[in-house]
């Protein structure tokens, strides 16, 4: 996996929340969901709270692109679409529609991640 990987997901995504934006939240920061179940290089957890692998640099670049703060919500795979419903995360990367039940606003597909889930048009179809 390379720099390049990694910015290429950020900026397909960034352009997802640039149009998500007002419907952030919290404008000084960007809830990142993660599923407490992946492993590096995904994810590195350390007393249930990330501290490395890609989710962590994927989401502090966005936010970083977005002028705001990441901040990482891990949580249980079987209480990802629920936490995504009651509008508690702006953003999950690296799942697939397919993975969760509900209408949720997905991002294309890029070589890093099958795709990203982004608050805005939280209810409409993919």
């Given at each position: 996996m390379t720099f390049r990987h990694l910015r290429r997901a950020a900026y397909s995504l960034l352009a997802a929340l640039l149009v998500a934006a007002p419907a952030l939240a919290d404008p000084g920061r960007l809830i990142v969901l993660v599923a407490t179940g992946t492993e590096m290089p995904i994810s590195e957890f350390r007393a249930g709270e990330l501290v490395g692998g890609i989710h962590k640099d994927l989401g502090e670049a966005l936010a970083q692109q977005l002028g705001r703060r990441a901040q990482f919500l891990a949580m249980p795979r079987k209480r990802i679409a629920q936490t995504l419903e009651a509008g508690r995360a702006d953003v999950l990367c690296m799942y697939m529609?397919?993975?969760?039940?509900?209408?949720?606003?997905?991002?294309?597909?890029?070589?890093?991640?099958?795709?990203?889930?982004?608050?805005?048009?939280?209810?409409?179809?993919?």
């Open positions: 529609p397919e993975w969760l039940p509900g209408s949720f606003y997905w991002s294309s597909p890029s070589s890093l991640s099958p795709s990203c889930w982004s608050r805005t048009g939280a209810g409409r179809a993919p």
